[in-house]
């Protein structure tokens, strides 16, 4: 299962609810960002090299052994090569015959600011603490689009549309609630 959306949106923490109630494990986006950082200055060649490999050797090896992940990521949808990048995250489990479906949540940007400061994201994302670069990074996202809409075509749409694909505004939701209704929607309750 992918989980898309904006930063800050609760991608992790509605993640950690889906496992905590499934046999569904938890590859969050910052868990090969914040090794690398510490080698590599973030968005430099080696550092996306490196970050792009390793989630990809991940999703080969989980896939290999029947692993089901949750994995987060922010997408930018009509950036062809995102979308590519996912596409080849995801190939793995297609190829071994797995399942493979789509999540995006959505939350206004003042939600999303309020989250963006809550201990569980700073605790798992050092590179989130310094708050003021923090919410710029949040409110610099708001110029992409980080998930589809019906109305709007997307270089992401051919990806989602051959796979289940929920949007669910979690805005008002507690992780819980959003995990119940994902696995739900699944058939995974």
């Not at 959306?5 to 889906?18: F, L, Q």
């Not at 992940?69 to 062809?80: I, N, Q, S």
């Not at 995006?104 to 201990?119: E, F």
Request: with cysteine; hydrophobic share 45%.
């Amino acid at each position: 299962m992918v989980i898309l959306g904006p930063p800050a949106v609760g991608k992790m923490t509605v993640g950690r609810a889906v496992c905590a109630t499934s046999d569904f494990r938890l590859f969050h986006n910052h868990h090969m960002i914040e090794p690398l950082r510490e080698v590599f200055d973030f968005g430099t060649p080696p550092f996306q090299t490196l970050c792009h490999e390793f989630r990809r050797r991940v999703m080969e090896e989980a896939a290999a052994s029947g692993v089901r992940l949750v994995f987060t990521v922010t997408l930018r949808v009509d950036d062809a090569e995102h979308v590519a990048a996912l596409e080849s995250w995801a190939a793995p489990f297609r190829s071994a015959g797995l399942r493979v479906s789509f999540v995006q949540l959505s939350a206004d940007l003042d939600v999303r600011l309020a989250r963006n400061r809550t201990t569980a994201r700073l605790d798992a994302k050092p590179s989130k603490r310094d708050l003021a670069w923090s919410d710029a990074n949040v409110r610099e996202w708001d110029q992409y689009r980080t998930t589809t809409d019906p109305d709007l075509p997307s270089a992401a749409d051919e990806l989602l549309s051959a796979h289940p694909c929920l949007s669910l505004d979690n805005s008002g939701l507690t992780a819980e609630e959003a995990a119940a209704r994902i696995l739900a929607w699944r058939g995974d309750n």
